[in-house]
């Protein structure tokens, strides 16, 4: 399979604008191009069937381009192989039992070690501490500690510059290692002819969050987020830090009589709110904790910690679903983490780390890993690069690995599902093209496999990038509907 792959690598690197031995770009493909704009230089295509690489189409196929979110791909088709369809995240809750006494009463602290864990949300919280009361500890003198320490740095989202100007937005969220709930709070709003309440959900204690400020306006509900404005963080007054207050001030517009939930990240710091969130649990269940929010700490766990409860996530194969048909990039992020800390050296930082697995799995795999440039592996990046030729040689090691199968039920299912739910209804691909779409300001792509009329399979990988680029979605549907019909 290796020297197939390489032969194809080749095949595909050879020179040659539009076609070898194939079909040139179809014509409703330049059309929809023409119609919104946009050059034939902006356009990077590779479509072949899989049974039959002679007929290959080309275009610009060897510069490197920014593939938005189908970067996903090669995340998610790395971590199946090095990972495994059946690998298991995990968050612990551990002590040191040489300081808890016969009566629950625990002298140090509580650790509460990340793992990367996918599905660690409110709910699975609460049943680790649930588990750890059951088990006779009743008071934790020591307060509360959290390991990060899976990923090195612990925190990458301090210090990091935004990518854009809504960093509290949900696509933004930056993992660590505990990942709880999704490093997201939910906001509730509602508001009637004269105001807006709003409040966190839940609503864990020691967070104001103030609506005063906000706009009421004739507007529909679901154009909310149009005058929407990035909340802030007031700092905290002289006079309450004791009490280790967040005040969360809402800005901008918000239509009069509307209801909406939305989750946001970045707005209180994810120390404060583990640290709040494990003590109100707690304290339901009966227990009692030493000190405060404020003063408890993050720090990696001594070795005569033992594991008391632990939560496990689903198998990679079942929430990558999830990461792949909603394009989740705080998911891809985590992800590209774990194949870091899972082949880091001792002391290597794991977004390093990271990349060189990749690198060695394209190289593995006789793909030419020349202009790859990886970042977070999202593809929620500016700086990230991919050939489309690289990108159909990754589809076909793909499709060709014991993963394939795996990989292919994934993606999102053209006017079915996902990102691709509205997309080609009523055309030849709908129902038969499963891709990973990418968008981002100047870049719009496709990439994935389309079965054509007569069954056999495609792979099809379509970038566009351009200042314009998002109006170049008719020119990639047309190219996924052209396949279908062949």
């Given at each position: 399979?290796?020297?197939?792959?390489?032969?194809?690598a080749?095949?595909?690197?050879?020179?040659?604008?539009?076609?070898?031995?194939?079909?040139?770009?179809?014509e409703?493909?330049?059309?929809?191009m023409?119609?919104?704009?946009?050059?034939?230089?902006?356009?990077?295509v590779?479509?072949?069937?899989?049974?039959d690489?002679?007929?290959?189409?080309?275009?610009?196929?060897?510069?490197?381009?920014?593939?938005?979110?189908?970067?996903?791909?090669?995340?998610?088709?790395?971590?199946?192989?090095?990972?495994?369809?059946?690998?298991?995240?995990?968050?612990?809750?551990?002590?040191?039992?040489?300081?808890?006494n016969?009566?629950?009463?625990?002298?140090?602290?509580?650790?509460?070690?990340g793992?990367?864990?996918?599905?660690?949300?409110?709910g699975?919280?609460?049943?680790?501490?649930?588990?750890?009361?059951?088990?006779?500890v009743?008071?934790?003198?020591?307060?509360?500690?959290?390991?990060?320490?899976?990923?090195?740095?612990?925190?990458?989202?301090?210090?990091?510059?935004p990518?854009?100007?809504?960093?509290?937005?949900?696509?933004?969220?930056?993992p660590?290692?505990l990942?709880?709930?999704?490093?997201?709070?939910?906001?509730?709003?509602?508001?009637?002819?004269?105001?807006?309440?709003?409040?966190?959900?839940?609503?864990?204690?020691?967070?104001?969050?103030?609506?005063?400020?906000?706009?009421?306006?004739?507007?529909?509900?679901?154009d909310?987020?149009?005058?929407?404005?990035?909340?802030l963080?007031?700092?905290?007054p002289?006079?309450?830090?004791a009490?280790?207050?967040?005040?969360?001030?809402?800005?901008?517009t918000?239509?009069?009589?509307?209801?909406?939930?939305?989750?946001f990240?970045?707005?209180?710091?994810?120390?404060?709110?583990?640290?709040?969130?494990?003590?109100?649990?707690w304290?339901e269940?009966?227990?009692?904790?030493?000190?405060?929010?404020?003063?408890?700490?993050e720090?990696?766990?001594?070795?005569?910690?033992?594991?008391?409860?632990?939560?496990?996530?689903r198998?990679?194969?079942?929430?990558?679903?999830?990461?792949?048909?909603?394009?989740?990039?705080?998911?891809t992020?985590?992800?590209?983490?774990?194949?870091?800390?899972?082949?880091?050296?001792?002391g290597?930082?794991?977004l390093?780390?990271?990349?060189r697995?990749?690198?060695?799995?394209?190289?593995?795999?006789?793909i030419?890993?020349t202009?790859?440039?990886?970042?977070n592996g999202s593809?929620?990046?500016?700086?990230?690069?991919?050939?489309?030729?690289?990108?159909?040689?990754?589809?076909?090691?793909?499709?060709?690995?014991?993963?394939?199968?795996?990989?292919l039920?994934m993606?999102?299912v053209?006017?079915?599902?996902?990102t691709l739910?509205?997309?080609?209804?009523?055309?030849?691909?709908?129902?038969h093209a499963?891709?990973?779409?990418?968008?981002?300001?100047?870049?719009?792509?496709?990439?994935?496999?389309?079965?054509?009329?007569?069954?056999r399979l495609?792979?099809?990988?379509?970038?566009?990038?351009?200042?314009?680029?998002?109006?170049?979605?008719?020119?990639l549907?047309?190219?996924?509907?052209?396949?279908?019909?062949?």
């Amino acid at each position: 399979m290796k020297r197939a792959l390489t032969i194809l690598a080749a095949a595909l690197a050879l020179s040659g604008c539009a076609s070898l031995r194939g079909p040139a770009v179809p014509e409703e493909v330049t059309k929809a191009m023409a119609d919104a704009g946009l050059p034939m230089s902006a356009l990077g295509v590779v479509a072949y069937p899989i049974e039959d690489r002679s007929h290959l189409l080309r275009l610009n196929a060897d510069v490197p381009m920014s593939p938005a979110s189908t970067m996903k791909l090669v995340t998610g088709a790395v971590a199946l192989d090095r990972l495994g369809t059946n690998s298991r995240s995990r968050t612990d809750l551990l002590i040191d039992p040489a300081q808890l006494n016969g009566e629950g009463v625990l002298a140090g602290p509580l650790y509460l070690r990340g793992g990367a864990d996918t599905d660690l949300d409110w709910g699975a919280l609460g049943q680790l501490l649930r588990d750890l009361r059951e088990r006779g500890v009743r008071e934790i003198q020591g307060g509360l500690v959290v390991d990060r320490t899976l990923f090195r740095p612990a925190r990458l989202d301090i210090g990091l510059p935004p990518f854009d100007a809504s960093p509290e937005a949900y696509y933004n969220v930056i993992p660590d290692a505990l990942y709880l709930n999704g490093n997201l709070l939910g906001y509730a709003l509602k508001s009637s002819v004269s105001q807006v309440q709003a409040a966190t959900a839940p609503a864990w204690p020691g967070i104001t969050v103030d609506s005063s400020a906000m706009t009421l306006v004739d507007a529909a509900c679901k154009d909310w987020e149009k005058g929407w404005k990035a909340p802030l963080v007031l700092p905290l007054p002289p006079a309450n830090a004791a009490a280790q207050t967040q005040h969360v001030l809402l800005q901008g517009t918000f239509p009069k009589q509307c209801e909406q939930r939305e989750d946001f990240t970045n707005l209180v710091d994810r120390q404060w709110l583990t640290a709040q969130a494990v003590r109100q649990i707690w304290g339901e269940l009966g227990g009692r904790i030493g000190g405060s929010a404020g003063t408890d700490t993050e720090a990696a766990t001594p070795p005569e910690a033992k594991v008391q409860a632990t939560h496990l996530g689903r198998p990679m194969a079942e929430w990558m679903r999830g990461m792949m048909k909603r394009s989740d990039n705080g998911l891809t992020r985590l992800t590209f983490l774990h194949l870091g800390a899972a082949a880091a050296a001792p002391g290597e930082d794991t977004l390093p780390a990271a990349k060189r697995v990749v690198t060695d799995w394209f190289a593995a795999h006789g793909i030419d890993a020349t202009g790859l440039v990886l970042d977070n592996g999202s593809g929620l990046s500016r700086s990230e690069r991919i050939k489309p030729v690289q990108m159909a040689a990754l589809l076909q090691a793909a499709h060709d690995g014991p993963q394939g199968p795996e990989l292919l039920a994934m993606l999102p299912v053209a006017g079915v599902d996902g990102t691709l739910r509205r997309r080609m209804k009523g055309t030849p691909a709908e129902g038969h093209a499963r891709m990973k779409t990418g968008t981002l300001r100047d870049t719009f792509a496709l990439a994935g496999y389309v079965s054509d009329a007569h069954g056999r399979l495609w792979i099809v990988v379509g970038m566009i990038n351009d200042e314009n680029g998002e109006k170049g979605k008719p020119a990639l549907d047309a190219l996924a509907a052209w396949v279908a019909r062949q």
